[in-house]
C-alpha cells in the first residue's frame, strides 16, 4: 500500500473512532450516564373504556401503558376517569410523552375541550394525582390533563410532585388538590420544570400553594 493512499484511510477512520469515542464517555449536563435512546416509533394507547378504537396495544389505565412503555415512547390518552388504589394515580420515572384530550375512536388529535382525561385521586388521604421523578429520564411531557381532589398527607405536593429531572408540563388543568405542608396544586423538590398553558386553580396548602 503505496504511503498517500495510507494516510487516506487514516484519515477516514480518525473520525470514526472520535465518534465511538465521545459515544462511549457521553452523559448528560450534571455528569450522569446518558439514558438509553428515545424511542419514537412507539405509540400506546389508553381508553377507559375496551377497545382503544381497534389500535393496539391498548390500556385500561395510564399507569399499565407507562409501565410498559420503552424510553421515548409517546402515550395517548382518551377520555375517562382514571383513579388509582395506589399512593399516586400515575407516577413516571422514565422518558415518555404522555398527551390527552383524545377519543376512544378518534387518535388523529387532541379535543382538550371535550375529551380531556381526568386522574381523580378521590382525596383520599395520603394519595396524590401524580408523582414524576426523572432522575435517570430525558425529558417527561404530561400535557393534556385534568388531575384533581389530590391530598399530599404530611408531605407536598398534592396534585403534582416532580422530584428532579427535566419536565414539562403543558394544557393541564390542576384542581381542588391539597398538601399538609407546600403545593397543593404542583410542588417542584428538583429539577427543570416548564409551565405552559396550564390551569392551577382551587388548590391549597398549609405553607403555600
Known sequence: MGAQRLLGVIARLIPMFLVVACGA???????????????????????ASPGCGGRSP????VQAAVDAASEGALIK????????TEPHVLAIEKTVDLVGGYAAEDWSRPDL?????????????????VYIDGTDAMTITLAGFQIQRGYAQESAGGGIYVASGSVVLENNAILSSTADTSGGGVFVGGGDVTLRRNIIRGNSARYGG
Open 113 to 129: 375541550a371535550d375529551q380531556r382525561p381526568i386522574l381523580d385521586a378521590e382525596r383520599a388521604p395520603g394519595r396524590r394525582g
Open 77 to 84: 390518552v382518551a377520555a375517562g376517569v382514571y383513579t388509582s
Open 25 to 47: 464517555a457521553g452523559g448528560d449536563r450534571n455528569g450522569r450516564p446518558a439514558t438509553s435512546p428515545p424511542d419514537p416509533s412507539q405509540t400506546l394507547y389508553v381508553a
Open 58 to 61: 391498548c390500556y385500561r389505565t
